[in-house]
């Protein structure tokens, strides 16, 4: 069964710095992953997908993720971090081998930026 | 994001009423999801339907009881709840095919607390 671990329930960065939202995932076959964003009393909003084409994925707000792989992760980055990129991030996966329709979501991590 | 609606977004019910969640997807998606979101705790999947049949339930307590009449709307029936069912309640949209990646789409959700 897969599995996705998020390190770091809460990050904090200063207006302009790099943003680095860590994940690693679990799975018996090459998953597809997913990175969602949900702002305070809303929904989930999705970020950006990788479906086993380019290992860099880029996606909305300037956020980008890269595949590896051989480390089995899937980190969350943007270059320089905006007062409005605080929320929280998940890192989701799905099961490509039993073909189970459901995401299994990482625990979450919580983005403030400072001024 | 209006893709998928939720009615009503803020709920307050005793433990002895009986209430139901709506929700809608106009995405034209085959698949739908109820989430449950608690503090501090990684989303929850309650239930998937899948064209309408339901294909997932994860143990979650009959006072829960789903109802899928038609591949756009979803309904989460609730009666005699606890105070621990006090959380925020999510739905979601997929489309399922051969060839989607399984991304999912959320609805803004329905703030429930139990009193």
């Known amino acids: 069964a897969q599995s996705v671990t998020q390190l770091g329930s809460h990050v904090s960065v200063s207006e302009g710095a790099l943003v680095l939202l860590r994940c690693n995932y679990s799975?018996?076959?090459?998953?597809?992953l997913f990175w969602y964003v949900q702002y305070p009393n809303q929904g989930l909003q999705l970020l950006l997908k990788?479906?086993?084409?380019?290992?860099l994925v880029k996606g909305i707000n300037g956020f980008e993720a890269e595949f590896k792989k051989s480390e089995t992760s899937f980190h969350l980055t943007k270059p320089s971090a905006h007062m409005s990129d605080a929320a929280e991030y998940f890192c989701?996966?799905?099961?490509?081998?039993?073909?189970?329709?459901?995401?299994?979501f990482g625990s979450g991590t919580r983005l403030q930026v400072q001024p | 994001e209006t893709g998928v609606t939720q009615t009503p977004r803020h709920l307050v019910m005793g433990m002895t009423n009986k209430k139901s969640l709506k929700c809608e997807q106009h995405?034209?998606?085959?698949?739908m999801y109820w989430y449950k979101q608690s503090a501090k705790k990684p989303l929850e999947l309650m239930f998937v339907?899948?064209?309408?049949?339901?294909?997932e339930n994860n143990s979650v307590p009959s006072r829960f009881s789903p109802e899928c009449p038609n591949s756009s709307h979803l309904f989460l029936h609730l009666h005699t709840l606890q105070p621990e069912d006090s959380a925020l309640y999510l739905c979601?949209?997929?489309?399922?095919?051969?060839?989607?990646?399984?991304?999912?789409?959320f609805g803004p959700g329905t703030r429930l607390t139990v009193t």
């Open positions: 979601a949209s997929s489309q399922e095919t051969g060839l989607n990646s399984y991304e999912q789409y």
């Open positions: 799975s018996s076959v090459p998953p597809y």
């Open positions: 990788y479906t086993s084409a380019a290992t």
């Open positions: 989701a996966v799905s099961d490509m081998d039993t073909g189970r329709r459901a995401l299994t």
């Open positions: 995405l034209g998606h085959n698949a």
């Open positions: 339907y899948n064209f309408k049949e339901q294909t």
